[in-house]
């Protein structure tokens, strides 16, 4: 069953050997500022467009999405790319244009000129410990399939504490290995991998498909008996209660419907393309802003058949063993079928590719994080007072960044940890939802002051919108929490008379929430003279 495993050990020895000398091979040119964070601005459009994708389709995706398609039976979860797509366009016209006339390298520095010194800090704050909490579990996705193979090797089950080390090796071993390459061959480093990483995983997505269609009897024709109705489309329509309210409601309480899809995942986007350093940064390397726009809304819709082709995994195999082909043990959760299957049915060496395509997932959107965090950390924190208190060299700010990067590499190792820990004692614990749900908490507030300072002139100030943060940031958390709106009042009778929670927000709508609040409570608060001359001044010197 897990014959030829040298195999497949050499093919992930050659994968690693390959990602690690292209990052490294990049440091000669990573000796500046702009050229560490920002490649010098001479990255390709179709080398941008690929480390976008590596970055959105991260180890919850390799996995997630099949998972999704294993217990579902459909491709709702796909609509979110209906969103995606319309929020690049708004940010391709809206956001990219602006930061290159602006120049900036941390997104955060607008916040500076457009308000003043507190709302940039806390924006860029608010980025580092959110990043750095999804990376962290984002990361252990990737070392569920390192379990189950420890699990086949040895022939008995594995309890929660080994889990919990098979997880913290993998998580520690792949964050050291991300953080040597990109910390020395910055940005440049990470979209070359990227771009490597990317081949790695369609290679890998390709054959998955091509395989499971051939151990399926009847492939497509039977696969396609065993889809669940509906197909793509929810409109969430409620079964049982009559009434606009409680269409309403389940629509704001379910995770894969058409609302969720337009709206939800437009502001998702706007908030994961538009105003997180992760992602933009790559984009600001581009040449220009066009090649940038072309690279930002071509990943979108790359992404649709990327994602449904992740499903369509799923579906097979679920397909794959409800034929009785074989068995899928009781113990193994909806998120380890697909790993479970690589592991027991795939040939040597062609399970090295699949595994090698999980790793790439994971180290492609760790390295941009890695890149990002160390980047804001020290352009917003360390290096303005550094350069206050005397002036530095290039290669000094170079080295700071460095050393940003590795203090966050070993951030999201402790995060990632923390998540094998709750992962191995709680498996039932779904993927997506724990990956995105943590960015809904604080990114609709950073997108709603965003919006203020580029779609206004004269609203929104430093007090004002760190007020309308915590607000926003409040309000997300209050229609979250089933237990905090009982504990209120704030809830209903159940047909057995206990009280339940008024409306418990699905995870798209959280960044949405988040969004108004925060603007409408900006909104409230008039632009410092100071602040606006600032601006002015700014716009002066970039024309």
């Known amino acids: 069953m897990m014959g030829g495993i040298w195999m497949d050990v050499v093919v992930l020895v050659a994968y690693f050997a390959v990602i690690i000398g292209i990052g490294l091979s990049q440091r000669s040119k990573s000796g500046s500022m702009e050229g560490f964070a920002l490649g010098d601005r001479q990255t390709p459009w179709w080398a941008v467009l690929a480390s976008i994708l590596a970055a959105e389709i991260s180890a919850a995706t390799f996995l997630g999405a099949p998972e999704s398609g294993f217990s579902e039976g459909n491709w709702t979860y796909a609509q979110f790319s209906i969103g995606t797509i319309l929020a690049r366009i708004i940010v391709s016209f809206l956001f990219i244009p602006l930061f290159y006339r602006h120049g900036v390298i941390s997104l955060y520095e607008f916040l500076e000129t457009r308000f003043g010194r507190r709302t940039r800090t806390w924006a860029s704050a608010t980025f580092l410990v959110t990043r750095v909490l999804a990376m962290g579990t984002r990361l252990y996705v990737s070392a569920i399939i390192l379990v189950l193979a420890w699990q086949l090797w040895r022939g008995t089950p594995v309890d929660a504490w080994e889990k919990f080390w098979i997880f913290a090796a993998a998580v520690v071993l792949v964050t050291l290995l991300t953080a040597l390459y990109t910390a020395v061959g910055g940005i440049r480093a990470v979209i070359w991998t990227d771009f490597i990483q990317v081949g790695v995983l369609i290679a890998a997505l390709g054959f998955s498909i091509f395989f499971l269609l051939q151990a399926i009897p009847g492939g497509w024709s039977t696969a396609a008996q065993h889809f669940q109705r509906p197909l793509f489309w929810n409109f969430a329509k409620p079964s049982a209660d009559p009434g606009v309210w409680a269409w309403i409601k389940n629509v704001l309480t379910s995770e894969y419907t058409i609302w969720a899809a337009v709206i939800g995942s437009t502001f998702v986007t706007m908030s994961t393309h538009g105003i997180d350093q ?266």
């Open 278 to 543: 992760d992602t933009v940064q790559r984009m600001l390397t581009a040449k220009n802003r066009r090649e940038s726009a072309k690279a930002t809304i071509l990943s979108g819709l790359a992404d649709l058949p990327v994602v449904c082709s992740f499903i369509l995994v799923g579906i097979l195999v679920a397909t794959f063993y409800k034929t009785g082909q074989s068995l899928l043990p009781a113990g193994v959760a909806g998120r380890e079928a697909f790993p479970y299957f690589i592991l027991t049915q795939m040939p040597a060496g062609m399970r090295g590719l699949v595994v090698a395509g999980i790793m790439a997932t994971a180290m492609g959107s760790l390295s941009t994080a890695l890149n990002a965090l160390g980047t804001s950390f020290a352009r917003d924190f360390v290096l303005p007072r550094k350069e206050a208190l005397s002036p530095i060299t290039e290669a000094e700010r170079v080295r700071v960044l460095r050393w940003s990067t590795v203090l966050f590499a070993g951030l999201i190792i402790l995060v990632g940890l923390s998540t094998a820990y709750y992962m191995a004692h709680h498996p039932k614990a779904a993927i997506i939802p724990l990956v995105l749900g943590i960015l809904g908490f604080t990114f609709g507030s950073l997108l709603g002051v965003f919006l203020v300072g580029v779609l206004t002139r004269t609203r929104g100030s430093d007090f004002g919108n760190v007020l309308g943060m915590i607000c926003g940031f409040a309000a997300v958390i209050f229609f979250s929490n089933g237990d905090l709106q009982k504990l209120v009042g704030f809830a209903t009778a159940s047909a057995d008379g206990q009280p339940e929670p008024l409306l418990v927000l699905a995870f798209p709508w959280r960044i949405t929430l988040g969004t108004f609040v925060t603007i409408g409570v900006a909104l409230c608060f008039r632009t410092s003279e100071a602040a606006r001359a600032t601006m002015r001044s700014e716009v002066a010197t970039h024309t």
